[in-house]
């Protein structure tokens, strides 16, 4: 059984609650953002409510229910629509945020609330609500006339937010500025048509703007804000599931004949849906072919230390794209298998470009969610991090290390990924290697969402989850180390896309309006006066990481909040350091393996970039062979003036220091370490890890000697 209600429900940003009532006598933004949507199935009512969030972009939706709730999650048919938080034993709290989960929200896609309650005969239901975008609250001139309705719409087949407006056919130099873009010329469909489209994270940081609006320039000058409103919701319980969205014959058929703007074809929810029919089959051979192409093109750079690691996504479209990727690859398939239909061409000239153009570059779009992944492919990518993910902290629990009830739930979340049967928190511990599981907090930064991931062993495999920061919600499963999505049929990649922020950029025109380029490292000659960028920066947005905490004081009792971008400065427990905006950290990869010499001195150069401009901490992490420890020293040497400091002292530890310190004095350790800075050097640039064994005396020992592991330094920054 369902119902339904149409009540309009506005959200509204915050500016719109000064707004004072319309002269028609509508409701005020306050009277609107009172009202509830209802809707009732056996057993239980739903209410919901929304507005927009005035903080950094985000999305709201408030809902209660008539009876206590055990776990809620949102999602559209493209995925997570945000983080859940339950605010009360009825209440909850839906935000979206990220470039993907806005998308989501204002793609057309009904959203979908599946809710869990602790009591009653039915206990599972589904919700359905549905967010739409248009203009309210207009002023100035009437010969300007604004079409109400903001469309959703696919352009080159991502989410686009058209407006549409008249003017005069004699009006010139028609604009429209947004509190987020400023003046942008608008498309002109005809004389005195015109069109301009919002990205997701535009359009909500326009309904945020406390006081300014969009506004229409075309002779004259009209003003409006941006509401978001809630056509309905409805109710079912879950084992009456609302009918999937499918792909309708008209928009098929219009996809047919469509370039790159399929506006005509429906909404971008309607379009996505026909997108999701799957296209002809990519051939297994090649599909296993660009896979082995893409982890060995990570590899290749993740151990070059002038490079650094890359993203999946980055990796294959250098499959699809480079011709000393894909040549090799096409050779090697055709060798293989030389009755594959791309093959029969071979020895002709333009065989391997029909090669790329017919099969790889289709079977790579097919393959781009799997390696389309914020947090990358594997949890190695999340514990060494990669550029993009700075840890917050790390902790190793054991059941009587679990700090409360929500820690709680989060472990039986992760160990449930291998064991489903376990339902306490004893069991959970018992049923892992060794007892203990990995903890790490950190913040996915092209998102801009932090996250908490739980990683034990299970028969010496990895397994886990990664969860949304503070919840249990599950945002991708660990298994055998691999990322796989959270969905019931765990699609191998965590299919949460990299967003929009902390771009590579040597200029700050490679940013988008609004950021700068943050950390670039410069080479200069002084004869000709010329300098140039040697190391990439990052894009920031202005004010990322603004808080009324930032700059206070911080440590392992006393933590930043890492829900709105701040991290403690302070690497090393037991010690103070300031909240900083996580852009100001940064983990970097000395690639592997690296040399430790038997009786010598070697270098290793990490290239440091995007950060602000001197260190405030740093800290080594990597597993080190050797045969005696108390030889051993390592250093690391600033890029500014190479001041060199010893982080690890082995002759003057001594083997009980050495003990103390890692466990033994010979073997495959692992060396997790702070390391002090030179607080007024730059931060910037080509640092050195010194490894010296020139202590005592060379032995003729079997084990080897090196630093594997994913070895990396972690610094933070500040403005000097």
Sequence with gaps: MRTASRLALLVVAAGLLHCSPAADGTASAEDALAQELRASAPGMTVYVRAQASTSRGSVTLYGRASKNLRAVSASTFEGSAGVITMT?????????????????????????????????????????????????????????????AIAPVSVDGQLALRSRFRAPADASG??????????????????????????????????????????????????????????????????????????????????????????????????????????????????????DCVYTTIEGFRSDPDRGPIHAVEALELCTREGDLYGPMFDGLCDFAPQAPYCACRGEETCLEDFVVQHLLSCGEQARPRFDCALGLSYRDIRSPLRTLVVSERRTLRVSDVRDSLEGAQVLAAVRQSRRDVQTIEEAFASVDRGQVERIDFWEGTNGVPYTSFEFGAGDNSYGAVLAFGTSELRARIRDSDLYDASPEANIGCRIPLGPRWNRCSDPAECATGH????????????????????????????EGADPREGNTCNAALPCPLGSALMCSALASGEDGLCRPTWMFGTFSLGEPLEIPAFGLAQHPVVVSGLATVPEAGHFEGYVSFSDFTRLRLSMANPQYNTTITFFDGPALGRAGVTALLGATSGELRVSLPFRVPGDESVNGQWLLVVDTRAGRSSSSRVPSYIVGGPSITLSSRYD
Excluded: M
């Design 88 to 148: 009360g034993p009825r209440r909850f709290e839906l935000r979206a945020q990220s470039e993907a989960e806005l998308a989501r929200l204002l793609s057309g896609a009904p959203i979908e609330l599946t809710l869990e309650a602790s009591v009653g005969q039915i206990q599972s239901y589904v919700a359905r609500v549905r967010l739409e975008a248009g203009y309210q609250s207009f002023s100035g001139s009437r010969s300007i006339f604004v079409q109400t």
């Design 174 to 291: 028609a604009s429209v500025s947004t509190p987020e873009r400023g003046p942008v010329a608008p498309i002109a469909i005809s004389r005195g048509e015109y069109r301009f489209d919002l990205s997701p994270s535009e359009l909500v940081s326009a309904a945020d703007a406390a006081s300014d609006r969009v506004t229409f320039l075309a002779s004259g000058t009209k003003h409006a804000t941006i509401a978001l409103t809630f056509a309905g919701v409805e109710l079912s319980t879950a084992d009456r599931p609302f009918p999937a969205l499918e792909c309708a014959d008209a928009t098929r058929s219009c996809l047919a004949g469509a370039t790159n703007d399929l506006a005509s074809c429906g909404t971008y929810a309607q379009v996505a849906s026909c997108a999701r029919v799957s296209p002809t089959a990519c051939d297994p051979n090649l599909e296993s072919a660009l896979a």
């Design 516 to 543: 700068t380029c943050e950390g670039r490292v410069w080479q200069s000659d002084e004869e000709s006066g010329e300098s140039w960028v040697t190391a990439p920066g990052k894009c920031v947005a202005r004010g």
